[in-house]
Nanobody, 125 residues
Framework: QVHLVESGGGSVQAGGALRLSCAAS????????MAWFRQAPEKEREGVAK???????TYADSVKGRFTISRDNAENTLYLEMNSLRPEDTATYYC???????????????????WGQGTQVTVSS
């Protein structure tokens, strides 16, 4: 069983920064994909950033150059460093892990079989 717990959300002004953390426990290895998704009210959940293996990362176009995903394998913790935040980044952010496959990241949220409870990020203009 895999358990994911996010922390680090909050309220900031546009241009500010936040760092989200996701503490993972259970049977998730460094070769499994871990990711951050977000969901704003009345919008579909979207993938923000994904990481697998030795640091292979992918980012949504909307966050490229502003967000950085990383993982501390010793602590089994996933991070999302968010800079230059914009009001449109306001959403609930979820940590997810996919233990279906190794050495790759699914494209669909449905292929991530473990999810955290979410942490709210609010960016005011």
């Amino acid at each position: 069983q895999v358990h994911l717990v996010e922390s680090g959300g909050g309220s900031v002004q546009a241009g500010g920064a936040l760092r989200l953390s996701c503490a993972a426990s259970g049977d998730v290895s460094r070769n499994n994909c871990m990711a951050w998704f977000r969901q704003a009210p009345e919008k579909e959940r979207e993938g923000v950033a994904k990481l697998v293996g030795n640091g292979v990362t992918t980012y949504a176009d909307s966050v490229k150059g502003r967000f950085t995903i990383s993982r501390d394998n010793a602590e089994n913790t996933l991070y999302l460093e968010m800079n230059s935040l914009r009001p449109e980044d306001t959403a609930t952010y979820y940590c997810a892990a996919s233990t279906y496959i190794q050495f790759g990241c699914p494209t669909e949220a449905a292929r991530f079989n473990h999810w955290g409870q979410g942490t709210q990020v609010t960016v005011s203009s």
